[in-house]
């Protein structure tokens, strides 16, 4: 494999590289950089954690550094988590060229953020959502936008799905035509829609669109590391199983993250494994920002032994050293379970990756199953007699939990939000 000055990047980059002890190019960096410094637009597929931040943030920081005017890249992804660690990767990589980046998520003053895009940053990372709203609030502020030479689309699979629809449209709108600039983008997973995109007609003088897939993404490779594993988990003694299995002697001393489908959820199991004195963080939408920053600093400094999380934390995120992943919900999605239990057994480590599957998830096990084209195995337990010892306590720290959610008025962030929502439609 070649370094990073063979594939034509300067030597500053190659040595801001070296200093983060990055010295040899992944298989997607090899293959994806030198033909984004030809101009083409670029769709990336690669496995969480082979360097596709590095990938695209390369050789635009190359090109920037030719001619370093105005805003001259646009990162979008779909979590608060992800933009702050592309901004930090960013940061790191222009530490030495004085290279301005921006950060635009939610959770932060919107009037800030007005005045860094007014500022004309050289890059900005974003959330699609916050900068939609900026923009169509602050239309004048946002000219900048228009001198843009490229746009990324991280994880591009999740931000081309219904639910970012109108705030990418919003986005692109503020954008120079896709013809001015170069497109890139980025994902873990290769979905027909993004590989669609290739095939889309290109203008007059501008180089077809290039696809790189490592090894194939469609065929997902469970590592040999990585055991999946099953309980089946009646729901009333749902939260008492899961409480079993994270102080059972086999899994007591792991570092565990703990995926859920709902912030409510998230918060009642943060709350009651807290008061059954088990180390716990969580991670969800409904928090504020402040607070979803602190709680991943609290589980990467080992001072939480358990994170409970949406899928904000399925995707990209570097939470190195997870031993134990729990599904204590089954995701609808069959390549959301793969995101997920890939949050461990990573570089050669070994890792087990739990699914409590209650009688209402005998589909979405199938179908997980047929996409990773393994058979999960049956993860013995302790006697039932355990497990009703513990329904009491388990229930009794539940019932506080909702409780203390009440207290405090859990929900009515996502109520305002919404009501805000609305009235932005309502003027449009």
Not at 99 to 124: C, W, Y
Not at 238 to 267: C, G, P, Q, W
Request: glycine share 6%; hydrophobic share 40%.
């Amino acid at each position: 494999m070649s370094d990073f000055a063979s594939l034509g990047l300067p030597r500053w980059l190659v040595e801001s590289l070296q200093a983060m002890k990055i010295t040899r190019p992944t298989n997607i960096q090899a293959a994806c950089i030198p033909e984004i410094l030809k101009g083409r637009d670029c769709i990336g597929g690669a496995k969480t954690g082979s360097g596709k931040t590095i990938a695209f943030g390369a050789p635009m920081l190359a090109k920037w550094s030719q001619d370093p005017s105005g805003i001259f890249g646009l990162v979008l992804t779909p979590t608060r988590e992800l933009a702050m660690q592309i901004a930090d990767q960013f940061a790191a990589l222009g530490a030495t060229v004085n290279l301005k980046v921006r950060l635009i998520i939610g959770g932060e003053s919107m009037t800030d953020q007005v005045a860094m895009i007014k500022e004309n940053p050289h890059f900005i990372i974003a959330t699609p959502g916050r900068l939609a709203h900026i923009i169509m609030e602050n239309e004048d502020e946002c000219r900048g936008l228009k001198r843009v030479k490229y746009l990324v689309l991280d994880e591009a699979d999740r931000l081309l799905t219904d639910s970012f629809t109108d705030h990418l449209q919003t986005c692109f709108e503020a954008l120079p035509n896709s013809n001015k600039r170069q497109t890139l983008l980025f994902t873990a997973t290769v979905t027909d829609s993004v590989r669609a995109l290739k095939d889309r007609p290109v203008a007059p003088g501008k180089q077809p669109v290039f696809l790189h897939e490592l090894d194939n993404v469609d065929t997902v490779k469970i590592p040999s590391t990585l055991r999946l594993l099953y309980v089946l988990a009646p729901v009333v003694v749902k939260e008492s199983m899961l409480h079993n299995i994270l102080t059972n002697e086999d899994y007591k001393e792991s570092t565990a993250i703990v995926f859920v489908n709902r912030s409510e959820t998230a918060e009642i199991l943060r709350r009651l494994l807290r008061h059954l004195e088990v180390t716990t963080t969580s991670l969800h939408s409904e928090m504020p920002q402040s607070e979803r920053t602190n709680s991943l600093h609290r589980f990467r400094a080992g001072a939480a032994r358990v994170l409970v999380a949406t899928d904000l934390a399925s995707r990209g995120l570097d939470i190195p050293s997870v031993e134990l992943v729990i599904n204590f919900d089954i995701p609808r999605d069959p390549d959301d379970y793969v995101h997920r239990v890939g949050r461990t057994a990573r570089a050669g480590r070994k890792g087990d990756a739990i699914s409590m599957v209650t009688p209402n998830d005998l589909s979405r096990i199938l179908a997980i199953e047929d996409r990773v084209g393994v058979k999960m195995e049956e993860l013995p337990l302790s006697d039932n007699k355990v497990i009703k010892q513990s329904l009491k306590a388990v229930s009794k720290a539940k019932i506080e939990a909702r409780m203390d959610m009440e207290r405090e008025g859990f929900g009515e962030r996502r109520k305002r939000r919404k009501e805000r929502e609305g009235k932005t439609k309502r003027r449009k």
